[in-house]
T-cell receptor, first 113, second 114 residues
Framework: TQLLEQSPQFLSIQEGENLTVYCNSSSVFSSLQWYRQEPGEGPVLLVTVVTGGEVKKLKRLTFQFGDARKDSSLHITAAQPGDTGLYLC?????????????FGTGTRLTIIP | SAVISQKPSRDICQRGTSLTIQCQVDSQVTMMFWYRQQPGQSLTLIATANQGSEATYESGFVIDKFPISRPNLTFSTLTVSNMSPEDSSIYLCSVWAGVSYEQYFGPGTRLTVT
């Protein structure tokens, strides 16, 4: 079974600070996705990283896929209250077919104004 | 992208009863998924629903407890049967976007069983 462990599990920081969230596995993934889920909503896709070492930027969010495609990180610069939410990484589950996803354990981020 | 709606958005049900959750998509999709998200937790896949065939259930989930229908390419239902307080969760449907394994999610149904 492919597992995705996220750290930290909870993170609460002041507005304007920087932070990094990690997603780690002992398995190789062909790609990894990052979702953000706000209270009362379903997860919303932020980005997909496909190539080992790939870096993608989405405004103040920077996503990196590890060289070995076993891990990924999300860095937020100058966090804002609107960044508050549950961040989930996810990858295709090769055990069952490409369409199914394994979700990480999640990082609950709170930005304090 | 696909727009997905779910009904009901939330419900409070008594132990032993059943609830059917509806998932409607604004376009035709091949694969739909049903997830459970227990309080404060990540997502766990319940089953995959393909039109015209029986749903495929993940380990730990059975058809008698979570029957699923997929009558056409834009609609699916999940029933939570003989509910107990342990079934209190958010139930989410999603669809496969068709590229890079990405999925679009509905807003979820928050179920509380008393």
């Amino acid at each position: 079974t492919q597992l995705l462990e996220q750290s930290p599990q909870f993170l609460s920081i002041q507005e304007g600070e920087n932070l990094t969230v990690y997603c780690n596995s002992s398995s190789v993934f062909s790609s990894l996705q990052w979702y953000r889920q706000e209270p009362g909503e379903g997860p919303v896709l932020l980005v997909t990283v496909v190539t080992g070492g790939e870096v993608k930027k989405l405004k103040r969010l920077t996503f990196q896929f590890g060289d070995a495609r076993k891990d990924s990180s999300l860095h937020i610069t100058a966090a804002q209250p609107g960044d508050t939410g549950l961040y989930l990484c996810a990858g295709p589950n090769s055990n069952f077919g490409n369409e199914k996803l394994t979700f990480g354990t999640g990082t609950r981020l709170t930005i304090i104004p | 992208s696909a727009v997905i709606s779910q009904k009901p958005s939330r419900d409070i049900c008594q132990r032993g009863t059943s609830l059917t959750i509806q998932c409607q998509v604004d376009s035709q999709v091949t694969m739909m998924f049903w997830y459970r998200q227990q309080p404060g937790q990540s997502l766990t896949l319940i089953a995959t629903a393909n039109q015209g065939s029986e749903a495929t259930y993940e380990s730990g989930f059975v058809i008698d407890k979570f029957p699923i229908s997929r009558p056409n390419l834009t609609f699916s239902t999940l029933t939570v049967s003989n509910m107990s307080p342990e079934d209190s969760s958010i139930y989410l449907c999603s669809v496969w976007a068709g590229v890079s394994y990405e999925q679009y999610f509905g807003p979820g149904t928050r179920l509380t069983v008393t």
